[in-house]
């Protein structure tokens, strides 16, 4: 009896899930199957993983590929390719991993979106070396897919894309091959190397007028000097982009001149360096980006005759400024007094008039006041009679 099996189901792409009938008529689906079942499905197939299969026959309903092939294998495992030695930080390189089942490589088109690769580094903390305080680095993956290094797309063989600009010294190579049916995993140590070569720029003495230099420096005891050859690329202040090439050193230590710049601003340089090591190794190397400024020089101060001009620009302007206030203050204080008089001249020709008016108004009433008494009587026209008295004594 098979302890275990794995079904490698390819499907048309998009189609849905295959549907499993067992030996005794149940189903199993992709959403619905017993805990012991792991089925992963993508859009061009299914990987479904059965503990303790019942014996007799099974049957696939959906839209499997015709003329595809129904794997059954009882064992997955990775086979993943050694990093070179010595392998060196900025490097690009190619290496290759794939699944093995039964021994033999899994061959099915979608199979790079069944299965999850991941590349880790993990520093070995060597005291001295440069990686000590990294810890796991993510680095890259493994795909199928026919782009960049990727040969052909579907062929089994995943190629990496792993970053090598990582600090140098001892680690792990761990990758991981995973999805909801299986995880595998291998880690093998190796060495990563600080770059066999370098670059820096050299900034001239006066820099307006000087040539802006690069000094390469390649290690001879790690590379063919004859065969090491530079690359750069100087982008620059508007739109500058200039190719800058060395084929072949002949020395250790050699300058390479960069055409004059005249634009004022920021530079930068990417550079590779393809080359081939004393062990006969080709390699292509990435070199870190250069930075250089082009700084405008300030002013020159001005001359003691142009000081004079300022300055007697400087007094004629606040002269100008100062007759321009002082007129202007003379028609103001001016037409306000020009106001005041004529108010004042207003007010008092207002008050003679209400004098005068009064003045009037208090005669007339006098006037009237005089016409209108009674005259007084003279003393002829008084009444001396003294009345008779009443005769008391009767």
């Known amino acids: 009896m098979v302890g275990s099996m794995t079904l490698l189901i390819q499907r048309e792409y998009g189609s849905a899930p295959v549907v499993i009938v067992l030996p005794d008529g149940s189903k199993w689906y992709a ?20 503990e303790s299969p019942q014996p007799g026959p099974w049957q696939l309903v959906g839209k499997v590929v015709p003329g595809s092939q129904l794997k059954r294998v009882s064992k997955l495992e990775i086979e993943v390719q050694q990093l070179p030695q010595p392998l060196f930080q900025g490097e690009e390189t190619k290496v290759v991993a794939q699944l093995m089942g039964d021994a033999e490589r899994v061959r099915m088109p979608g199979l790079d979106y069944l299965v999850e690769w991941t590349a880790h580094f993990v520093s070995k903390h060597r005291a001295g070396d440069e990686n000590f305080a990294a810890g796991d680095i993510i680095v890259g993956s493994y795909k199928d897919n026919g782009e960049k290094f990727d040969e052909r797309p579907d062929d089994g063989m995943f190629t ?15 990758v991981q091959a995973r999805n909801n049916v299986f995880e595998r995993q291998v880690s093998f140590p190796f060495t990563l190397s600080p770059r066999p070569v370098n670059a820096e720029v050299i900034t001239p003495d006066d820099p307006l007028t000087g040539r802006w230099k690069i000094m390469l420096h390649a290690d001879s005891s790690v590379l063919q000097l004859a065969e090491t050859h530079f690359s750069f690329e100087l982008v620059g202040p508007a739109g500058l982009q200039l190719p800058l090439v ?61 000081l004079a001009a300022v300055a007697a620009q400087k007094a ?8 321009q206030d002082a007129l202007f203050w003379i028609i103001t204080i001016n037409a306000v007094l020009v106001l005041l008089g004529v108010a004042g001249l207003i007010f008092w020709r207002k008050r003679q008039s209400l004098a005068q008016a009064l003045a009037a108004a208090e005669q007339r009433m006098l006037d009237e006041a005089g016409q209108n008494k009674p005259e007084a009587p003279s003393l002829d026209e008084i009444d001396l009679t003294m009345p008779d008295e009443p005769d008391n004594r009767r």
Do not use: C, M
């Open 160 to 174: 990496s894309d792993i970053n090598l600009k990582q600090p140098w010294g001892e680690y792990d190579f761990v």
């Open 31 to 50: 959403n619905r199957h017993p805990e012991t079942v792991k089925w992963v499905d993508g859009i061009t197939g299914d990987i479904i993983y059965i």
């Open 316 to 323: 004629a302007e606040e002269e100008a400024i100062a007759k």
């Open 246 to 306: 060395v084929h072949g050193l002949k020395e250790s230590d050699t300058e390479l001149p960069i055409p004059p710049v005249t634009e004022f601003g920021s530079y930068r340089i990417k550079g590779t360096v393809a080359t081939t090591t004393v062990t006969g190794r080709e390699i292509l190397l990435d070199l870190p980006e250069l930075f250089f400024n082009l700084v405008q020089p300030p002013e020159p101060p001005p001359s003691e005759e142009e």
